[in-house]
């Protein structure tokens, strides 16, 4: 075993970390496989139009019929009844104006995403499979409401992988606690390396979010290098008592990996290099109701530009069955300048073209309402508004309608599974592909449904 | 050796390729140039693995698929062109394909010669599934009888045990020679976390070298079977495919306070060597077994708890069908290793369960009641509680003693209120400083008059707090005393028991032809249990079926369960898995012997069947690297060494506080879930509580599905609401941020460090016991010089104003963690 002799000389005279690994290959057994992280980056199945993607998650439901589904008909009989007796039809809440080149219909409740109309691809026709928070949440990230499956961004992390091994691929802002929780983000049956990393919570805002045990409280950088030294020394010589065995290398590698990350991580994180223009392109700024929902913007911005390949970034709750007009506003107060300004900011950087940014929430509203003031509305999961921009979509295009109130898609419906078959579709993943097996049958995010909606594909 | 291999271990389609047709490189380029790009282009998008649908059962992608043809025949029959269904395909005779497009003849005339030349080619592996009909899937080899076959004979004087017999058979017939036995420190390792999930402790150490007899190792064998720590290791491995959990998880997580029950009830099991096959009936039907004491009647009614700690769907969804399709599944999956919950909705695409067996159990657990603690509305009083909640003892608790003192207590409580109140209005009437007056009194001589009042008023008001005091004690006791049935999660028959219809595709309202209750119709047994009953559920007989001594899947599922816990992979590697989808077992016959002893020698022991395992030479391999048997047998799939293994989460977390001195190894009461109460995540609990120090071993930390600890979670804890026996082992940073920088392995280290410079004053002694503590040996030369350098650099580098004892308790809590970080403390070998 005369290799193993040459191995240990080479060793000593290479330093610690990654020129180890190129070097553990050229040691390694002849047929032994070399380590490969489960996240470094993989070959989609197809060219993708998108290399990463933002969603924009607007949880709690925002109303279609104030935001990008025009409805005339619901502001002539307004106070009339809708399809039962008790229930009276409430009237859009905010002036409506065709936008841009396109024409695209948007309300002025979100004054400042309208501008960016011509980038819009808006789906009317949206509609899923259950009306309650909590389950249409999980099916708006799981595909599934009734068992426990993997999250998109899980399946995204899986097919793909991430550019930017210093960072987590797929990270969460700002979920919410409840609501299904950490499903939102969780890997179910998939290895849990491709589950989501939160960073702060509904509760906590992303100023004062940290990530887990990303700093060492106690050592200097210097210090924590030297024992890190001494651990590898150790794994490297662990390492060399099976030339058969990568594990090894995996262990090694995801040391020098965490240890970069520490520095990587919190640089990403800091908001301190950018402009005050940028700050106030945002919306960010104490006391300001944007503030907490542009840091999430403007981080998500960040993070995709450095290489993550996932980032969802969340808004409090959309859920007005009463006081729907103060209760949108307060939202859109939150959220609409924040949501430009990324558009605007990744148009800039040419990163738009790439990115696909995804806007909604589970489930949309009721065009009637119980309450005598007509001032709210309920869940409407049969039919609802969702928008995309970027990556391979058609800008400036409305696919799919409502009825003439809003109570339900009609045109061009476009079911929950297959807006997930077109993400992964537009991330380059083929939906029907793209399985895992457990527990003896392949599993997919789309199950057996979902259909790629090749319209809405510029 | 990579061909022959496979067809030992197949038993469905294998062509394989004999040494002699072995393709010339000439015959491989002509292949890989003008065959295969065109399979790949016109052929693969509807007849390879990858395609959405596999057209006409043909699969061209691999030489097993190409040969065996479709529906219609052979595709390639080598050197016969008018055989050659595939031929005639191209050439749009009988068959037209590609169906658009007919291909060029010099294309067409290259495969002509390909099929001429014998069809060489290289593609190997397996076909992926297709769908296959029950038909073909009665030749399943997990559903025929479990043989009963003899030990091989061996000349050889390497095997110790009959399992060496049936390993060394097959292994030699591949000309591989096992590795050299482990050394006694690995061995010694090796068996204490393989059976109590716990590392050895120094005295352990001494006392294994001590003992020189030949039964060392057998006696150390039974004294870590006999531990209770056992129980917690194995107790924790079914737990696993249990899909334990303490919370409704999935949407709302509603906490399940009494969930702990069943988790203590596993653990105790496993101490106890309950039989599995009574362990496996209690599960499913222990409320309805008979009891021969109230004790054995409680324990049985906490095991039906394995039905009801599944995830829920509480908000919205098809709760009632959910619960028995759960109950279905972690019966089908963990028991029976098959995948029986996927003839919900149509009948299984892969194995022989039809939907109308899904739903003869589905009636089963539908004529069932599942208490497993209520949806959002918790219970705050006893009477809803025992909506929800199963009173363990049932006849116990006395509901008429309960509402009468509950009623003493209300009237008692009234009066309380009363004499608080006067006591209160007594108060106020005296002075401030009415104690230090009567103080004052007492000493004086004489009295004025409205001194007398005052003490009037001071006894009165004390004989009024005297008698509120007296009736808070009162209704205390009362209240501790008051009949409090032990509640649990688990199940009970319903009032009505019926045979339910088949929901069409799995929807509730679409109803189908009555699905009388019964069991899976591919498992034949002799003298099967049937269901006659008309005022039980089946359950009973559902568990005789499955604990049937001649059931071909139980036995085998538990002995490969036990086998892939010793060795990191079992026979069949696919552990929840023995139907088509799953791979066959690499050791047939070594199987069936184990599940034949198991279930007919050895009455289900598993703490024999686990003895008789580590007892095997096989087991006791070093994890040695051959590069002979590896150039041969690169998986280790015939055993020539030991697996490497990483530790699970729980053997982790333990090792590093056992090395600390911070495990608490008795078993804490209940779980930080009922001291948290009733309520439901994000909603108002208190967990702080969670975030305190838990000293206990982690098998007892709390599973919330929503809130799964992270020691547990960044180490691959399975997904408590899905079986899964086998767990991941990977390595990503978030584990290493862990080792690194999170305050508990700091403290760890701590304690570590203190530990070993208070065992005495010698660097060297000191660095003996941090090997013995972390990793169960003595530090090599180099890896002592190593640890000396880095206290020594530490040293030059401390600060002139640094404190000479925090200055060396820093260095070696630095020491510590480095060795808890290590790879080698994490892996075993």
Redesign the interface.
Known sequence: ?NFQLSRRTLLKSATCGMGYLALADLCR????PAYTS??APKQPHHEARAKRMIFLHMRGGPSHMETFDYKPALADRAGKPGRTKNRLLVPPQWEWKQRGESGLWVSDLLKHTAEHADDLCVLSGMHAD??????AM?QLHTGN????RPSMGAWILYGLGTENQNL?GFISLCP????????NY????L???YQG?AVGDVKTNVKDAEI????????SSL??R???D??Q???R???E?????S??D??????E???R??DELPSVMDLASESQETLDMYGIGAGKPSDNFGRQCLLARRMIEAGVRHVEVCDEFWDQHAKLKTGHEARAKSTDQPTAALLTDLKQRGLLQDTLVVWGGEFGRTPDTSKKDLDGRDHNVKGYTMWLAGGGVKGGFKFGATDEFGYEAVEDKVHLHDLHATILHLLGLDH??LTY?????DFRLTDVHGRVVEEIVA | MRYALFALLSVGFAATIQADEMPSDQQIRFFETKIRPVLVKHCYSCHSA?S?EIKGELQLDTRAGIRLGGESGHAVVPGDVQASLLINALRFEDFEMPPKNKLDDDVINDFVRWVKMGAPDPRDGPMAEVESTPAETTELWSLQPIAAPAPPQTNSDWPRTDIDRFIEAQRAAEGIAPVADADRLTLLRRLSFDLTGLPPTPEQIDQFLADSSAEAVASLIDRLLASSAFGERWGRHWLDVARYGESA?????VLMPYAWRYRDYVIDALNADMPFDQFVREQIAGDLLPADSKETSRRQQIATGFLAIG?K?L????LEL?IADDQIDVIG?SMLA??VS?ARCHDHK??PVPTADYYALASIFRSTDTLYGGSTNRPNNLPDKLKVYLPLGGDDFDKKQFAEQQKEIGELSKQLAQARKQADNLAKRLPDDWKAKRVALKEMEEVSAEDRKLLGQIKAFEEKNREAKQLEAQVAELRQNLPQPELAIGVRDAKTIRDWPIQLRGEKGKNGDVAPRGFLSCVALPDPPTITATEQSGRVELAQWITHPEHPLTSRVIVNRVWHHLFGSGLVR?V??F?V??EPPSHPELLDYLARRLSHELDWSLKSLIREIVLSRTYQLA???S?EA??TD?ENRLLWRMN?R?LEAEPLRDAVMLAAGTLDTSRPAGSLVLKIGEG????GINTKILDEPFPYRSVYLPIIR???P?PL??F?L??P????GQR???????????L????FI?EQADAAAARILASGDERDDRLKLLYQICLGRQPSD??RA??AE?LD?MARDKPADADNAAHAQRAWS??C??MF????FR?LD
């Open positions: 075993m057994a002849a047929d032994a489960p996240l259950i009306a309650n928070h909590t389950p999980l409401f009734a068992f426990t987590p919410p606690l409840i609501n299904g929780g950490t499903k969780g890997s179910a049956f290895p849990a390396v990393t887990g045990n990303i700093r060492n409280e106690r050592f210090e924590q030297r024992q890190l001494l651990i020394q150790f794994n010589h662990y390492a008592s099976d030339p058969a065995d594990q090894i995996g262990v090694i590698e995801s040391f990996l965490a240890f990350m520490q029907t592909r097996r457990y527990a003896g049958r | 990858e959405e998880g999935n949407s709302r997580d995830s769907s908000n919205g969804g098809n959910d999956k098959l995948t996927c892969f194995d696919t929840d898995n139907g989808n799953g994890s040695d690297y590069e590896y150039a690169a490497r990483r439901e995540v994000g909603r929503g809130i799964v992270e979670r960044l691959d399975p997904e609401s899905n079986v899964q991941d082992a990977t390595n990503v940073p978030a584990q290493s941020l862990y690194l920088n999170s305050p700091l180099e890896e190593a640890g880095f650099q630095m020491l963690q480095g970080a290590r790879a080698e892996f």
